[in-house]
């Protein structure tokens, strides 16, 4: 079953189980999901249609990134399975580019529920905030994974690129707490 059919509780329950996936990846894609919906929220309120449009169009890419999570890191497993350390290098190179999409997405909306909270309506600066909170979270655990299964690729540039998504999320972050 894929994560936009998932019930919030079963999905916490496969999450809190004791299997390879989902994990971590999906963790944070469901945190810019949350993140991406709050500010849809927040745009939608306070008229800005094109931030609203912007945050329906991710919460959807982070979902199905929840997904592409479990499947590139299933890669993994069996390429471990096999004991293929070339196989594995492979995959674990794969399996970066979910988690660095979950950086993107989530440190764009990062700096858009910043935007939403520095909006004169103050109805919707704590949905902001919470979704900057959010999205900034997101940012750095999806940046985190990519530097783990980057681990043998010190000089891979996805890497510096993770960094600088958690640089940018956290400014926005700190933005909206101003």
Known sequence: MDSSERSVSAFLAALGAPTPAPAGGAASAVAC??????VELAAGVSDHPDVAAR?????EQAIQLADDDAAAYGQVIDAR????????????SHASDVPLAIAETAAELAELA???????????????????????AATAAAARLVAINLGGAPAD???GRARELSRRA??????ALA
């Not at 945050?55 to 919460?59: E, I, L, M, P, S």
């Not at 399975?81 to 674990?92: G, N, Q, S």
């Open 33 to 38: 999901a949350l993140a991406a919906a709050l």
């Open 55 to 59: 945050g329906a169009a991710a919460r």
């Open 81 to 92: 399975r096999a004991e293929d350390a070339v196989r594995v290098a492979a995959a674990l």
């Open 114 to 136: 910043a935007d939403m909270a520095t909006t004169d309506r103050e109805s919707v600066r704590g949905d902001a905030i919470a979704g900057a909170l959010l999205a900034e």
């Open 157 to 159: 540039p996805r890497r």
């Open 170 to 175: 956290a400014e926005a972050r700190d933005r």
